[in-house]
């Protein structure tokens, strides 16, 4: 990932806090890692524990931001959101959102996808 990137990542993951605290939920984490997996934000709103996966773009040319969550990167979100359930002893309903966004020049636009997905059981 270039530095382009990642300051733009950065920069989305705040919009995308700033976009959850204004509707009424309670941030967690921030950047949560097991092992070599990573969960954007953790928060939590009416009993619900919300897994949330951010993605920025600087424009829709290729799909739009959340196309880009793929099987195996909700994969990975599950293992580690299970990890934190497990390891904090938390006994709430959990939800997979996505908060797309693209921010082109001066203008940002953030997409909440509320159970954006939901873990495949084997």
Known sequence: MDDNSHTQGIEGEELAKRHLLLIGYKILERNWRFGKYEIDI???????????????????????????????????????????????????ETRFDIIAIIRDNNTSTVKHLEGAFYPLVK
């Open 42 to 92: 953790i928060a939590s709103k009416d009993n619900t524990l919300v897994i949330v996966e951010v993605k920025t773009r600087k424009t829709d040319t290729f799909g739009e931001p959340e196309v880009f969550v793929t099987k195996q990167k909700q994969k990975f979100l599950v293992a580690a959101a299970n990890e934190y359930v497990v390891s904090n002893n938390i006994e709430m």
